[in-house]
């Protein structure tokens, strides 16, 4: 059975028991869907997920099969595995060089400027949309270098999980190793 956009109009708890419901309804039938939800392809089994790319280099469509498999596997993880999409979002994109270069806490000086004039005397229609998207700009960056700070701290704990996993086995490996006689 072929059913296209098997996520569409779904919502996500749907998405993620359709293809369980219909493998155990119809045991017998192979499905082949297309989906744009990592939702429908968390739990796939190793070859169950085949992915259509376009080869750069020859310009034709190309059905890769993904030799692994998805079970346990996050949404993020899905999206970089098997769509291919990096985690960040358009603003972030936006504002993640400047957010990097500026100094966490530094104010834009155009801004603060601009908020001097503000105290002295009030602004005109341009002058206080300028400093409005100025304020958004500000509280844009700001966000954006707290998702590059608790990003950077979710790679270092997961890191150090690794390290105390990798350590823990070898402990464990040398408990069960009985000393040379």
């Known amino acids: 059975m072929i059913i296209d956009e098997i996520d569409a109009h779904l919502h996500p708890n749907w998405q993620q028991m359709v293809m369980g419901l219909l493998t155990h309804t119809f045991p017998n039938v192979q499905f082949i869907v297309s989906a744009h939800s990592p939702l429908i392809v968390a739990g796939c089994d190793f070859g169950e997920v085949s992915v259509l790319t376009r080869d750069p280099t020859t310009d034709r469509f190309v059905l890769e099969t993904k ?9 993020t993880e899905l999206y970089k595995d098997a769509f291919y999409i990096v985690e960040a979002d358009r603003l972030f994109l936006e504002y993640a060089d400047e957010a990097t270069r500026r100094q966490p806490g530094a104010v834009d000086p155009e801004r603060l400027r601009l908020e001097l004039l503000l105290e002295k005397a009030p602004l ?17 960056i700001s966000r954006t270098q707290a998702a590059q700070e608790k990003r950077k701290n979710q790679l270092e704990l997961e890191a150090r999980i690794s390290r105390l996993e990798l350590e823990n086995r070898m402990l464990k490996a040398a408990q069960r190793t009985p000393p040379p006689s």
């Open 67 to 75: 030799r692994e498999d998805f079970l346990g596997t996050t949404a």
């Open 124 to 140: 005109g229609p341009t002058q206080q949309e300028r400093l409005a998207e100025l304020r958004r700009r500000d509280r844009l």
